[in-house]
């Protein structure tokens, strides 16, 4: 099993250009969730998903918009790339929200110029 | 989800017992404690949890007080490996997992 993949790993975008981030898993696990850990700080929730075709908001979701069409797949996009959002960006996936455990893929390390 | 508090780093020599506490005085009862890690800059890694019973599996010791407003983590045996951040999270209901800084542990030769 693969786990959670993310792609791409890297990314250089300039101000104002968009990009979407792919985050799949093949645990046929229901909760699905995009994190971005800024430098020295713990991760910050942006969007999370419990199920096919549902979406919420988390803790900073200004700037992103999310879709999970597929169960399996979870796309995070950057509509209008700003500096601020240089980031490493995580996704995460688990069978339940509540208490069971995560699996988290491996980043994408971004940076707006 | 209650607020956790984590000391900013600790060291720990290698084949010793690395000790982490966290405190969550705030946690309610159907709240679980869960630590992940994050070795380097890699994702985090889910380690173990518990509600109020100490848990034990391959990797680590879950330790929780009786009245749930403190709890450790043991590794047993630290190694090199196992330098990395350790976070300590309480969790109920929410669809969230608040990281906070955790703990910067560092394994010494």
């Known amino acids: 099993n693969a786990g959670v993949t993310q792609t791409p790993k890297f990314r250089v975008l300039k101000t104002g250009q968009s990009m979407t981030l792919l985050c799949a898993q093949d645990?046929?696990?229901?909760?699905m969730y995009w994190y971005r850990q800024d430098p020295g700080m713990g991760l910050r929730l942006i969007h999370y998903?419990?199920?096919?075709?549902?979406?919420a908001k988390g803790e900073v979701p200004d700037g992103y918009n999310v879709s999970r069409l597929k169960k399996q797949n979870f796309l995070l996009g950057l509509e209008s790339a700003a500096p601020s959002q240089t980031s490493v960006y995580f996704c995460?996936?688990?069978?339940?929200?509540?208490?069971?455990?995560?699996?988290f893929g491996q980043g994408t390390r971004l940076t707006v110029v | 989800d209650a607020k956790t508090t984590q000391p900013p780093s600790m060291d720990c020599a290698e084949g010793r017992a690395a000790n982490l506490p966290c405190n969550h005085s705030?946690?309610?009862?159907?709240?679980?404690v869960y630590w992940y890690r994050q070795i380097h800059s890699q994702g985090p890694q889910y380690i173990i949890h518990?509600?109020?019973n100490n848990e034990t599996n391959e990797m680590a010791s879950l330790i929780i007080t009786e009245d749930r407003k403190s709890s450790t983590l043991i590794l047993p045996h630290a190694t090199l490996r196992d330098t990395a951040v350790y976070y300590c999270?309480?969790?109920?209901?929410?669809?969230?997992?608040?990281f906070g800084t955790g703990t910067r542990l560092t394994v010494i030769p």
């Open positions: 995460a996936s688990s069978l339940e929200g509540g208490i069971t455990e995560a699996f």
């Open positions: 645990m046929n696990h229901e909760y």
């Open positions: 998903s419990v199920g096919e075709g549902t979406t």
């Open positions: 705030t946690i309610s009862g159907n709240e679980y």
């Open positions: 518990g509600l109020k």
């Open positions: 999270i309480v969790r109920g209901g929410a669809n969230n997992l608040f």
